[in-house]
C-alpha cells in the first residue's frame, strides 16, 4: 500500500495574518528534512499572469524562493479573478470547480513527502462559492493550522470562532501560531495565548513576536502597487520605508520627525522640504537618519535646478498626480507581500519559522 503524503493546511483567521511568511519558511525547513516538498494554493486572490495563465503571487514566490519541481499551474489551480463571484452565483460550477482542485493536488503530491497547503483568509472564506477554506481542508483530507495576530484575548475568540467551523465541517485543528506579537508583550501573550488555548483542547505551535522587516515595503514596492512612476533615483527602488512622513511643516521641524528609512510625502513645489529629505539622504551620519525617499503629490515638478540635483544625488523620487492626503492613506492601506527578489525578507522569514515554530510538534500532529 503506498504511503499517504503527510499535509497541512495553513489558514488564519483574518487577512494579512502572515500565512504566506509562515508558507514559505515551512517548506524550507522541511526541505532541510525531507527529500520532496510540494505546495499548492487551491484557492488565489491576487493573482500574475504568467505564461499566460492566472497564477497566483504566492505560489509563483515560492516556486521561485524554494525552488519546487513542478507545474505552476497545479500549485494555484483556481484564480478568483474580479467578477468571479457574481459569475458562481449566477452559474454555479461547484463539481468543476471541486475537481479542479483535487486534480492539482494529486499532481502536486506525486511522490512528496509533505505538502503544504496555503488557504486564503479564515475559515469562512470561499463559502460565497461553496469552496471555503474549511471545505477545501476537508476535500483535501488536511489538518489545519491556524494563524492569528498579536494579543491575548482576541486572537482566542477568533481562533475559537474559527475552529468551531473547522471542526463543523470535520476537519482537525493541529494546533495555532499566534503572529505579530509586540516584543515587549511577548513573554506575557505567549503565558496567556498558550495556557487559554490549552483550556479549550488547543495546542499552540508557536508564537512569533512582530517583525517590522516583513511589514515594512520598499520604494520599489510603492510604486509598483500605487502605479506612480519613478523621476529619480531608480538605483535605490530597494530602500525600505520604515515610516512614512507628511511635508506639511517647516524643513527644520520635520527633521526632528525624520526616522531612519522614512518617505518624505510632499509637493512638488516644496523645495524647501525636497532639499531637506535630499540633504538627510546624502549626508547622513550615526547622528542622523537616513530618508529612504520622496514621494511627489499633485503631478508637480520641482524647478529644473532642483530636479538637477535631485538627479546628482541619487536619492529616490516618485511622481503621484494624487493629493497628499490619498498618497498618504493609499501607503497606509498597503497590503506588503514577499516578493521574489525580496531574499532579506524571505530569509527573515525562515530564520523567524526555525525559531519559534515547534516543527517537530507540527510533524508529530501530521502523522
Known amino acids: ?10 489558514a488564519a483567521t483574518r487577512q494579512n495574518d502572515g500565512k504566506t511568511t509562515v508558507s514559505l519558511g515551512l517548506i524550507a525547513v522541511l526541505q532541510k528534512r525531507h527529500d520532496a516538498i510540494g505546495f499548492i494554493k487551491p484557492i488565489g486572490q491576487r493573482y500574475l499572469i504568467e505564461n499566460g495563465l492566472k497564477v497566483d503571487e504566492d505560489s509563483i514566490l515560492i516556486e521561485a524562493l524554494c525552488n519546487l519541481q513542478g507545474s505552476l499551474k497545479d500549485m494555484s489551480p483556481i484564480a478568483v479573478e474580479k467578477g468571479f463571484t457574481e459569475q458562481y452565483i449566477l452559474r454555479p460550477r461547484k463539481t468543476a470547480l471541486r475537481k479542479k482542485i483535487k486534480v492539482a493536488f494529486k ?3 506525486q511522490a512528496k513527502d509533505v505538502v503544504v497547503i496555503e488557504g486564503t483568509g479564515h475559515a469562512g472564506v470561499g463559502s460565497c462559492f461553496d469552496l471555503s477554506n474549511a471545505l477545501v481542508a476537508k476535500m483535501l483530507d488536511s489538518k489545519v493550522v491556524l494563524i492569528a495576530s498579536g494579543g491575548i484575548g482576541r486572537p482566542i475568540d477568533e481562533i475559537l470562532l474559527n475552529a468551531a467551523l473547522f471542526e463543523k465541517k470535520g476537519v482537525e485543528i493541529a494546533g495555532v501560531i499566534i503572529n505579530k506579537v509586540i516584543k515587549e508583550k511577548y513573554s506575557k501573550v505567549n ?3 498558550r495556557k487559554g488555548l490549552k483550556r479549550n483542547g488547543i495546542d499552540v505551535i508557536g508564537i512569533m513576536p512582530f517583525q517590522k522587516t516583513l511589514s515594512s515595503p520598499t520604494i520599489g514596492e510603492i510604486s509598483e502597487e500605487l ?6 533615483g531608480r538605483m535605490n527602488a530597494h530602500n525600505v520605508v520604515n515610516n512614512v512622513l507628511v ?49 511627489l503629490t499633485g ?3 520641482p524647478h529644473k535646478s532642483i530636479n538637477a540635483l535631485i538627479e546628482k544625488s541619487g536619492v529616490p523620487v516618485l511622481m503621484s498626480q494624487d493629493d497628499t492626503y490619498k498618497v498618504a492613506s493609499n501607503i497606509h492601506d498597503l497590503v506588503v507581500k514577499i516578493k521574489p527578489s525580496d531574499t532579506v525578507k524571505a530569509e527573515t522569514a525562515i530564520k523567524m519559522v526555525e525559531k519559534y515554530i515547534d516543527i517537530d510538534l507540527l510533524i508529530k500532529k501530521m502523522a
Open 1 to 10: 500500500m503506498a504511503k499517504k503524503t503527510k499535509r497541512i493546511f495553513i
Open 107 to 109: 499532481n502536486v503530491s
Open 191 to 193: 503565558k496567556l495565548v
Open 227 to 232: 502605479k506612480v512612476d519613478f523621476i529619480h
Open 247 to 295: 511635508g506639511a511643516m517647516k524643513p527644520h521641524e520635520a527633521w526632528n520627525y525624520v526616522e531612519e528609512g522614512s518617505l518624505i510625502i510632499t509637493s512638488g513645489d516644496r523645495e524647501d522640504m525636497i532639499l531637506m529629505a535630499m540633504s538627510s539622504f546624502l549626508l547622513h551620519s550615526k547622528a542622523t537618519s537616513r530618508v529612504a525617499g520622496i514621494l
Open 299 to 301: 503631478g508637480i515638478t
